[in-house]
């Protein structure tokens, strides 16, 4: 089966010699059917040719109209708002607020223009219905359906209310501007010369233009009958025998009247000689499968499994894969299967769902962000996501690399303009500092004329993902070019940055203008796989269609909002609703005609479909349904796809003691001829081990260490270490101490404080304290710390009442001692927070957040509940590791008997403070030497039985804040 355009090609060379052909002016719906056509044209005379004048409807209206431009949507709805302003100079509004109703009013004045309706009449009539519903008092059910069309457009009512009085006046004002400037819009031009032919006397002019031209005959090929003003242009062209027309439509649904893909045919009807529809639809056989998956990537990967099987079946230019939801077009490329040769696509994809959009939308937040602060320095977020952004080629450097780690490592949360101080142009361009809105636009405009250029010159060949990334950001740079051009003069003259940053309006304009623009990318349409649009597909045929996103909602696409209501648009014949559905209704059922194998995929996932109300299209109900009542030659197959998700079991997870982990432990904590291990073993490495032997293994043997992250709040552990440091200098060392000591050191408690927040908890993370959490934080470590002194001065007065005083020895102090294990020597280290000497004795403070009154009856002896992997003590046991610390390290004559003590921060003033281990008894030398023993047996199990694996712990009660939940996938 030949071809629509073929058949086309093959009529005229039948009624026209070559040289002929030439002089003929040929009008299609778009560029690619023009191409299409020219290949065919070549195919059939096969002797070299002057091929004949062909033009898109706009291209061609520019030949006609008197040199107009047809200008873009932006430039129109800027227009719009400059005489809005002119009308109503107390509004107010800005151009962001504006821009949603400027897209209404232009396609509503569209609508009038095709459908050339009289438009005073036309608003004359709005006002008298909008003075009445004010009067009146309406069906509030009708009120709430109107309603519904402009949800999330703010604001509503009062602002429709307002624009409804004055639409007359835009109207008029709008083209009467844009005509003297010698610009225009597609459907205006499409009126006026509606118009002009339906004067007598301007109707020979334009027909000796055309002969003037050199055109011998127009043809307009393919087109959908939308609108009085284009069926009156080719009627009465036709009429005046200058040109014909051959429309591209089936019997099907085109002489059957509840079939919405003929409406405009019925509607509009084309002249009598045209009508020679052909009857496909009907008889032709087809193979049809309706392809239910759920979820974008599950279709998409469908889609690839689908051509895998069936593309090389065909010519690759004869296979078509209709991408109804833009989303769908990543997905779909990377989905792909390889070898599958060149790709050409023609497709419309709004321009905020591309990866140049979410980089460009980063740097205009970090500008807006930095100037709502007030700050000199950008938010660290923005600027790691732009360093790190897979479109900057720049990201995957050492410099950047280093850059982004130091951040997380230091903590800046707002980083400093000196660190950003970068030698690459594009990289300085990012955090430059713009003086004024127009500035920000030339330096983004700037920013991807850079990374254009830093694609094209990139040693590698030109992929296919590289060319779609240069295409979007040609894309972006155009459209920056046109808002920096329009910004200045047209909507903030003069407006300096500060001010249009506070009101975050240059943000809103380039969010809404992105949110609503769309780029067509740009191919070879002739050769390859082809993805398109389906309004790409005007007057072409394939073979293997493929439909991707057939849920109602997605298509047919939901209609616009609309100032004018449905009453009026009937009386005056104004496009309706259902003519824009039709016209979708239209391209689904053409695209079908001359098909072969057709496979439509749509969104099964019944979940998804309930929230957001996205039912099978009734496109796909009408093929299963009344197509294949009407077709008995169609085969169709209806499937339900899901995602094959492989069964596992999530077993215990053990590490072995495998010779080379043994080999490893080794290696890091045993002493070497001599020389220092590269690790010891703390307190903590014991406690981790009792706990979770896995994840001993990961955190002391593999050292795997959590992703570094800013911390704008500070955490439990930074808090912890903040404390310990406002206590380490707030309190003298071997001064004793006393209640007028202690008096004073509440007067420096705030000055300490500011002190440790101002240079960092260890001189390289840094703390910012100024306002909200973070602030709050600082003043209750200020009530902590009071509460800390008070229980001090109880402490105090308990002492004097025996004649006792008592002196601070020691804060975070750090104490290591080798211990021998199997003739080799192991070192242990430790960091007490505080040793005091009381009474010639020491005792050895920790300080701790957790509740203590668990540990009041524990005894030196119960070294099963000291040890346990159950129920540890991990408290107790430090405090014992760090007596024998004390013990080894100190000489015979230094050494003095050991208390241990847990200061609690969380008691309250009535509570005890300070809680003594083993009711004050002094640690006993024997009792030290026994935990030697029972140290030394713990880590021979560590470092020398191999029998013992790195296991699991059985007490899902320790995994809850586990920094390995992920690994080990336990089901908590």
Request: glycine share 2%; proline share 6%; net charge negative.
């Amino acid at each position: 089966m030949y071809s629509f355009l073929y058949n086309i090609a093959f009529h005229l060379s039948k009624n026209y010699d070559p040289q002929q052909i030439s002089q003929l002016c040929l009008i299609f719906p778009n560029y690619r059917a023009q191409l299409f056509f020219n290949k065919y044209l070549g195919q059939i005379y096969k002797v070299p040719l002057w091929a004949p004048a062909t033009y898109n409807l706009d291209s061609w209206l520019a030949q006609l109209t008197d040199n107009l431009i047809i200008t873009d949507e932006l430039t129109l709805i800027i227009e719009l708002y400059e005489i809005y302003r002119q009308i109503c100079p107390e509004d107010l509004d800005n151009f962001e607020t504006f821009y949603p109703f400027g897209k209404i009013l232009l396609q509503d004045f569209e609508n009038i223009d095709i459908s050339l309706a009289n438009p005073q009449k036309v608003f004359q009539n709005l006002k008298e219905i909008q003075e009445l519903d004010e009067q009146v008092s309406l069906d509030q059910e009708v009120i709430q359906n109107f309603w519904q069309a402009f949800k999330g457009i703010q604001p509503l009512e009062k602002k429709f209310a307002q624009i409804w009085k004055i639409l007359d006046q835009l109207y008029f004002l709008f083209q009467q501007k844009l005509i003297s400037q010698k610009r225009t819009y597609y459907s205006l031009a499409l009126k006026e010369l509606a118009l002009q032919l339906m004067n007598p006397a301007q109707r020979e002019i334009i027909l000796t233009s055309i002969v003037q031209k050199g055109w011998l005959k127009l043809y307009f090929i393919g087109f959908y009958p939308l609108g009085r003003a284009l069926q009156q242009i080719i009627t009465l062209l036709e009429e005046a025998g200058i040109a014909e027309s051959f429309w591209d439509a089936d019997v099907y649904y085109t002489q059957v009247a509840y079939q919405e893909a003929g409406l405009g045919f019925r509607k509009f009807p084309v002249p009598s000689q045209a009508q020679q529809f052909c009857n496909i639809l009907s008889n032709s056989p087809k193979e049809i499968e309706v392809i239910g998956a759920p979820l974008r990537v599950t279709q998409s990967q469908i889609v690839g499994q689908a051509l895998s099987q069936h593309w090389q079946n065909y010519n690759l230019e004869e296979i078509a894969i209709i991408v109804l939801d833009p989303h769908f077009l990543f997905p779909v490329l990377n989905s792909l299967p390889e070898g599958i040769g060149k790709i050409n696509i023609s497709l419309q994809i709004p321009l905020y769902i591309t990866p140049a959009y979410n980089f460009l939308q980063v740097f205009v937040s970090m500008h807006q962000k930095q100037q709502q602060v007030d700050r000199a320095e950008f938010y660290y977020q923005y600027v790691c996501s732009l360093l790190s952004h897979p479109l900057l080629p720049q990201s995957q450097t050492l410099p950047v690399q280093q850059l982004i780690q130091k951040i997380y490592q230091e903590n800046w949360v707002w980083v400093p303009n000196s660190m950003l101080a970068f030698e690459d142009p594009l990289l300085r361009l990012l955090f430059q500092k713009p003086g004024s809105v127009l500035e920000l636009y030339i330096q983004m405009k700037a920013i991807v004329q850079e990374l254009l250029s830093e694609y094209s010159q990139a040693d590698v060949q030109e992929s296919d993902s590289q060319r779609i990334q240069t295409e979007i950001l040609y894309s972006f740079y155009t459209l920056l070019n046109r808002i920096a051009n329009l910004y200045d003069e047209k909507i903030y003259p003069n407006q300096t940055l500060p001010v249009a940053l506070q009101q975050g309006n240059f943000a809103k304009i380039f969010e809404q203008v992105v949110s609503q623009t769309q780029m067509s990318f740009t191919g070879e349409p002739l050769t390859g796989l082809q993805i398109l649009d389906l309004s790409q597909t005007y007057s072409l045929d394939f073979k293997y269609v493929i439909f991707v996103g057939m849920n109602e909602g997605i298509f047919p696409p939901s209609i616009s909002p609309t100032f004018i209501p449905l009453n009026l648009k009937k009386g005056y014949h104004l496009l309706l609703p259902e003519d824009q559905t039709s016209k979708w209704a239209y391209l689904f059922y053409r695209i079908l005609q001359r098909a072969e194998k057709i496979q439509f995929f749509y969104n099964s996932d019944p979940d998804e479909n309930k929230v957001a109300g996205m039912e099978k299209s009734r496109y796909l109900l009408q093929v299963q349904y009344e197509w294949v009542a009407q077709n008995p030659n169609l085969k169709v197959i209806e499937t339900l796809s899901t995602p094959q998700v492989p069964l596992f079991t999530i077993h215990p997870l053990t590490i072995p003691k495998t010779p080379s982990i043994l080999e490893r432990l080794h290696n890091l904590y045993f002493c070497k001829d001599n020389v220092t291990p590269l690790k010891a073993i703390s307190p903590s490495a014991i406690n981790t081990y009792l706990r979770c032997k896995l994840q001993f293994y990961l955190s002391y043997v593999l050292e795997l260490s959590p992703l570094e992250s800013i911390q704008e709040e500070l955490e439990s552990s930074t808090i912890g270490n903040i404390l310990h440091a406002v206590l380490e200098r707030l309190f003298p060392l071997e001064k004793p101490i006393t209640l007028e000591l202690l008096a004073a050191l509440k007067k420096r408690i705030e000055e300490i404080i500011s002190q440790v927040y101002a240079e960092g908890v260890d001189s390289k993370r840094q703390i910012y304290a100024e306002h909200g959490y973070n602030y709050l934080m600082q003043q209750a470590l200020k009530d902590i710390i009071e509460k800390i002194i008070n229980h001090e001065e109880k402490r105090v007065k308990e002492l004097e009442e025996s004649s006792k005083v008592y002196t601070i020895w020691a804060k975070e102090k750090q104490i290591s001692t080798p211990l021998a294990l199997n003739d080799e020597q192991i070192l242990l280290k430790g960091k007490i927070d505080r040793i005091d000497i009381v009474d010639n004795q020491f005792l050895i403070l920790d300080y701790k957040s957790g509740q203590l009154s668990r540990l009041k009856k524990i005894q030196p002896q119960d070294w099963d509940k000291i040890f346990c992997t159950q129920n540890p003590k991990p408290e107790v046991l430090q405090g014992l590791f760090y007596a024998y610390l004390l013990y080894k390290d100190l000489p015979a004559s230094d050494y003095k008997p050991v208390q241990l003590g847990i200061y609690s921060l969380r008691a309250k003033p009535h509570e005890q403070g300070l809680l003594y281990l083993f009711n004050k008894s002094p640690i006993e030398q024997e009792t030290l030497q026994t935990f030697e023993q029972k140290l030394i047996t713990l880590l021979q199990e560590i470092f020398f039985n191999p029998e013992i694996n790195f296991s699991q712990t059985s007490n899902k009660n320790f995994c809850q804040y586990c920094t390995y939940q992920k690994i080990c996938l336990r089901d908590l």
